[in-house]
């Protein structure tokens, strides 16, 4: 199995991913950018080869894995498929501290932090990201795109549609929610003890509605 990865996005969570690539055995060839700006740059150890637009330009990703750093939900979707579109692979990282159920089903591109906790029966879509300190009840199940901050807990028998995003340390309590709505966006630290509608951003504990997305 090719284990060379190059890693999309040169900010404040590279060193992350560059931590995490290599707890995952991987030799990373090196670093893009969303711009031209920092080619040539050493980041971490690692050179920024170039812009996405170079990466995007080269004839084809295949055989290459890529990891994405950063972006919300909707960017990290975007390059997702367009890097599936060239051929190339976002393959899963988990952290070897991470410990996920032999009966969870991952996607494609699933990123799990460090001591991240997925429990059996677990389905998670493609390219969602999973932060460090996350715990995901049993028979849950978190859809495409979506984003979990570090700390969230997630109870059993949730289903938390694409592009969701769970805030720092979000609780999601079992019985009392049914859905996380599609592109929906819980706060940090909110107490949620009801379904929470699609673009709809709640926060606070208990969670209440702060705005609906347009
Ligand atoms: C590795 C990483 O760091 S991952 C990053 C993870 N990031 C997060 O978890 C951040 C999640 N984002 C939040 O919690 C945000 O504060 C949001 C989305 C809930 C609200 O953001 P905004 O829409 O910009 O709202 P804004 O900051 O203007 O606050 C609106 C009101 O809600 C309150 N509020 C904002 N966030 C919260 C919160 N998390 N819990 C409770 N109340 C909140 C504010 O105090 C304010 O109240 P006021 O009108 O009485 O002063």
């Known amino acids: 199995m090719n284990k060379e990865i ?6 404040h969570n590279t060193s992350v991913y560059i931590d995490l690539a290599e707890a995952c055995g991987y030799e990373i060839k090196g670093l893009y ?19 996405f637009d170079d990466l995007f330009s080269l004839p084809s990703l295949v055989g290459m894995n890529l990891a994405l750093s950063q972006g919300d939900n909707a960017i990290r979707s975007q390059l997702f498929d367009k890097i599936l579109q060239k051929g ?13 159920s032999r009966f969870a089903q991952l996607g ?3 990123v799990i932090h460090i001591n991240t906790v997925v429990h ?27 984003y979990i901050a570090f700390g969230a807990m997630i109870g059993a028998y949730v289903t938390i549609a694409d592009f969701a995003f ?34 709809t951003v709640v926060a606070g504990a208990p969670a209440r509605i702060i705005r609906v997305k347009s």
């Open 88 to 100: 190339g692979r976002v393959p899963s990282l988990i952290h070897p501290t991470a410990q996920v």
């Open 33 to 51: 950018h969303y711009n031209g700006d920092r080619t040539g740059d050493i980041e971490h150890g690692y050179r920024v080869l170039g812009s």
């Open 6 to 11: 190059y890693i999309l996005g040169v900010g």
């Open 166 to 199: 769970i805030g720092i340390g979000a609780n999601i309590i079992s019985g009392k929610v049914d859905t996380i709505g599609y592109n929906a966006y819980v706060g940090a630290g909110a107490l949620v003890t009801h379904s929470v509608e699609k673009n």
């Open 108 to 110: 494609n591109g699933v």
């Open 120 to 146: 059996p029966d677990v389905i998670i879509g493609d390219n969602s990201v999973l932060s460090y300190n996350v715990s995901i009840s049993h028979s849950t199940t978190i859809g495409n795109h979506c």
